[in-house]
């Protein structure tokens, strides 16, 4: 193969890994983003649904009667994938010019290019590792339809802080590691890098590491796991009661996560709030969150509390008593304490909200 003929495979190559970094974005924003706005229009095609909705968030950017257009106007103005086009845009200009760049230097090094600009190989081994993990990220997020603009500006500021990284980790290491380590920095997420960093600059700098490897507190609600939790702590959800009073809707589309997955975890916040860790104990009795508590005071409609042991009670009404006072035991209160207790819980407007989008 001649030099012009090398030449021309480099640029192939290194334009093909251009158009494969940017054509998946693309390609989910023209199916998976627009599968989950439709999921979404289906859980919210509800009028009353709706209506409840905007009493708790009466913003709205139209004044629009119908609430499904309001609601569909609101959706598109706020999320809309004109979002997309700003760090989409930076991150196809950062791409583009580190694949030029590496590219030239390239050609250079195999002596098919005459000229002084060249990358140094640590900083092309970072660039590269740091495009490893941009695709890897990107496919994955892809697959599970989990794609917002903050990803996209990740992948941009991945590529800024690759180079930095690639060095000071060279600096720190012997000369024969520097490059292969500056590569396979690329295989770990962004915010392991800064991990790495802080734990080199606390054994260098003789300072204390203030970061603590404990549980998160949204940690403690049923299915909610380290990686969920922390998605809701990237979004401004900290707290669990934090979780309890936010808006469903906003919030499943900034996490990319399921409708009904984001109502139920709001559920169970809308009960931990009150009974926090005995909010376990209630797990036997099939309460996981205020959607359940909601139907059994509904069934309790009817009963008196304190209960009269001459009052003729339906099955459903009998069960729901029986409920009631096991729980009331195991907690050391009276039925009209618990019951108090669960009425706010359950006549909270999120639960009604929650209970009538719930599908």
């Known amino acids: 193969m001649n030099s012009g003929h090398f030449a021309t495979y480099l640029n192939l190559a290194f334009g093909a890994a251009a158009v494969f970094t940017l054509l998946p974005v693309i390609y989910y924003l023209c199916t998976g983003w627009a599968v989950r706005r439709e999921k979404l229009f289906c859980y919210m095609r509800d009028d009353q649904a709706l209506s409840i909705y905007y009493d708790q968030f009466p913003w709205s950017n139209t004044r629009e009667a119908d609430l499904a257009k309001r609601f569909r106007h609101q959706v598109s103005y706020l999320y809309g994938r004109r979002h997309f086009i700003a760090p989409l845009s930076l991150f196809t200009i950062l791409s583009l010019g580190a694949f030029w760049g590496l590219c030239r230097s390239a050609q250079f090094n195999a002596h098919v290019l005459k000229g002084e600009f060249v990358i140094s190989k640590t900083a092309a081994a970072a660039l590269l590792g740091a495009f490893l993990w941009c695709i890897s990220d990107e496919l994955a997020r892809i697959v599970r339809r989990d794609l917002s603009p903050k990803d996209v500006y990740g992948w941009g500021f991945r590529i800024l802080l690759s180079v930095p990284f690639g060095f000071a980790a060279a600096a720190v290491l012997t000369a024969d590691v520097g490059v292969p380590v500056a590569f396979f920095l690329g295989a770990f997420p962004t915010q392991t890098l800064f991990t790495f960093a802080r734990r080199i600059a606390v054994q260098k700098l ?154």
């Open 206 to 359: 003789a300072m204390g590491d203030q970061q603590s490897d404990s549980g998160l507190e949204l940690q403690q609600l049923q299915s909610v796991s380290r990686g969920v939790a922390e998605t809701f702590q990237d979004n401004g959800i900290e707290t669990i009661s934090a979780l309890a009073w936010a808006d469903p809707v906003d919030l499943t589309i900034r996490t990319n996560l399921d409708f009904n997955y984001v109502l139920d975890c709001m559920s169970q916040a809308l009960l931990w709030v009150y009974f926090e860790d005995k909010t376990r104990i209630l797990f036997r009795f099939s309460l996981r969150g205020s959607q359940e508590v909601l139907s059994l005071t509904n069934d309790l409609n009817g009963v008196l509390v304190p209960f009269d042991s001459t009052q003729v009670l339906t099955p459903k009404q009998s069960q729901a008593k029986a409920t009631l006072s096991n729980i009331a035991g195991i907690l050391n209160l009276t039925e009209a304490a618990l019951l108090t207790t669960l009425l706010q819980s359950a006549c909270d407007p999120y639960t009604t909200f929650i209970n009538r989008v719930w599908r």
